[in-house]
């Protein structure tokens, strides 16, 4: 598992978190142990004022956190409040009109510390390199804990978080490459946007019964209200370099109730040692909402819903009003439900000091319906899964772990297809070996090699994106390399080294053997820090990082590629006291790249130039 820390750092989230593990794209997340999106789909945002750090652990996960992807699961874990008074002021000001205030403030409510509170307040608003973009966003996240008694805790967590930003799909494909025009030039029209309105509820109640043998149950309650309106590229002529667009309106409204129980007992048979969890858990989503474009009451093809084409070399907009939602007519309008429940076993198994096994299972029912309100229709499915996962540890050594694993996964997709039915989930398989070693106390590295398959996979529909279609198999193999920690005083590394090879095995929309898009071959990072420890310049600190992305195909077709390319990103802080100063710089070389292809050829999405960001903080 990787961990990385978010403490006393600014930090600017896009309008989609997604991650990209293992060769496999994954927007599904946890926040503090629960999933905070709706499968796929990827409608939840967060901000970083409230996040402690964030937990990577790579290959299936399914047994304890149910229904997430093979690549892995990312774990955001939110900050706690402190028993002793705590104030931080923080103001980060940046390139493109970027400024970010923030303040953390925790401490007891009551004299004898068994009540705390944490509150973290953060307002964002920014430009960007590219035309016609900006974003504003408001975040406050009021924590609270209570010591009930000596052996039993409650934390009662909110969060509310606006955001309105510039629906910006990048730029576009041309040939086997990437349209030579400026990096800044928007194709979408002035005033696309994606607005949203997010809540979160959630508690986390914890009793021990003894040093062995504790329960926890845990309740979130998630809504986010989203309203998108954004022109949609088609279509390009190569030769006249003309773009057709469409024009679409569309909200949701999403809901998730999620709980979970869970015993945890360490206990000894004979010499052999246990930790023994079991559990259950219940979540309930719903996701209610609506596509609209402009189109004849008679005539919903394509070509009646386009809005004026653009000239990618010579764009001129707003040739034509922007409509009201009133004028459109549905594309889609429908509410997806689905009901999980998952009960888990997990054993961890010292049989001696340097043997261990893990052996668990999770059975998982899911059932899912989709009430087509635009087709008066209802459609409903039901599957049920049993996920094992099994591990050994060995140690020849005490410094060198030898491991190797088995485990599966299931989840359920949310995307539909345009007929109206639902897609069936989704299934990985994963083997993993690899050598882990404790270099020092403050040093480690991994060597990881794997091998994970995942079985109809949800991907935007090319002719309707409104909806999905499933692609048979994937299969990615790789070799990682990671290492982290301090080599010497005041000098910390963080190194990474990938090959992987993700590839369709299977389709009947695609050929079978094209790579995945957005996966590199190769792809390395190196960033490091030194900070002086003693002498009149204590705390002065600088940092140094490096980012090699081998060239990458754009779309499931391979049609076109994304060129590699080498970032480079500085820093220099200094801290004395209770403040602390820094410029964080990005790309500090002005390398023009491109970061991904969200859906294909029309949404390449350009990385941003040398970017530059000071910041002060200042605690009491």
């Known amino acids: 598992m990787s961990v990385f820390n978010f403490s006393n750092k600014t930090v600017s989230l896009r309008a989609f978190d997604n991650f990209n593990i293992r060769g496999f794209a994954d927007s599904t997340t946890l926040r503090d142990g629960f999933k905070d999106s709706f499968t796929e789909s990827g409608l939840i945002l967060r901000d970083p004022a409230n996040i402690e750090q964030v937990e990577v652990l790579k290959g299936p996960a399914s047994v304890l956190y149910g229904n997430v992807e093979p690549g892995g699961v990312v774990n955001v874990v939110t900050k706690k409040p402190l028993a002793e008074p705590y104030y931080n002021a923080n103001l980060a000001i940046g390139t493109y009109s970027f400024y ?18 944490r509150l ?75 607005q949203s309105e997010q809540t979160n509820i959630s508690y986390n109640l914890e009793h021990r019964f003894n040093d062995n043998l504790k329960i926890r149950n845990a309740f979130q309650y998630l809504q986010n209200n989203e309203t998108v309106k954004n022109t949609n590229a088609l279509e390009l002529n190569e030769e006249t370099g003309e773009l057709s667009r469409d024009y679409f309106d569309n909200a949701n409204a999403f809901k998730i109730y999620a709980m979970q129980t869970e015993l945890t007992n360490k206990f000894n048979t004979g010499s052999v040692e ?36 653009i000239n990618i070399y010579d764009p001129i907009y707003n040739q034509r009003p922007r409509p009201d939602r ?16 998952g009960i888990f076993l997990q054993d961890q198994i010292a049989i001696t000091d340097n043997l261990k096994f893990l052996i668990s299972g999770r059975f998982d029912s899911v059932t899912q319906e989709v009430d087509d309100k635009l087709n008066e229709n209802e459609t409903s499915q039901s599957n049920d899964a049993f996920s094992p996962r099994i591990g050994i540890v060995y140690q020849p050594v005490e410094p060198v772990s030898l491991y190797a694993s088995y485990s599966r996964s299931f989840a359920p997709n949310s995307g539909i297809r345009a007929d109206g039915l ?36 949800s991907t935007a529909d090319p002719i309707e994106e409104a909806f999905s279609i499933a692609i048979g198999e994937q299969r990615s193999r790789g070799i990682e390399l990671d290492v982290a920690g301090e080599i010497l005083p005041g000098l910390n590394v963080i190194a990474a080294y990938s090959n992987t090879s993700a590839e369709i095995t299977e389709s009947t929309d695609f050929t079978v053997g094209n790579k995945i898009p957005n996966v590199p071959r190769n792809q390395a990072s190196l960033w490091t820090t030194y900070e002086l420890q003693n002498g009149d310049l204590q705390g002065l600190g600088f940092g140094l990082g490096f980012y090699y992305v081998d060239s990458r195909l754009g779309d499931l077709d391979n049609s076109f590629q994304l060129p590699s390319y080498v970032r480079t990103d500085a820093a220099i802080f ?7 100063t820094g410029i964080n710089v990005q790309n500090l070389f002005d390398v023009g790249y491109f970061a991904t292809s969200e859906i294909g050829r029309n949404t390449v999405i350009p990385g941003a130039p040398i970017t530059v960001i000071g910041s002060f903080s200042i605690e009491f």
């Open 422 to 457: 639902l897609l069936e989930p989704t299934r990985g398989t994963q083997y993993e070996v690899g050598v882990r070693t404790q270099l020092n106390e403050r040093f480690t590295a991994t060597l990881a090699a794997y091998q994970i398959t995942k079985t109809n996979i």
């Open 326 to 341: 009133s004028e459109l007519i549905f594309l889609r309008d429908d509410k997806t439900t689905v009901n999980l429940l």
């Open 574 to 580: 200094y801290r004395r006291d209770n403040w602390r």
């Open 120 to 194: 973290n307040i953060a307002y964002e608003n920014a430009g960007s390199f590219r035309d016609f973009v900006n974003s504003e966003r408001v975040f406050v996240a009021p924590v609270f804990s209570w010591q009930i008694g000596q052996q039993t805790d409650l934390s009662i967590n909110t969060s509310y978080l606006y955001d309105r930003r510039t629906f910006d799909r990048g730029i576009v494909a041309i040939g086997e490459g990437v349209a030579d025009i400026p990096r800044d030039r928007f194709l979408g029209e002035p005033g696309d946007f994606r």
């Open 274 to 309: 246990h930790q023994l969890v079991v559990g259950f858990d219940l979540q309930r989503s719903t996701l209610e909402g609506f596509f609209k474009t402009p189109s004849d009451a008679f005539d919903t093809s394509i070509e009646a819903r386009f809005t004026p084409s």
């Open 100 to 117: 970010r205030p923030s303040i953390d403030l925790s401490g007891p409510l009551t004299p004898d510390q068994q009540l705390l509170y």
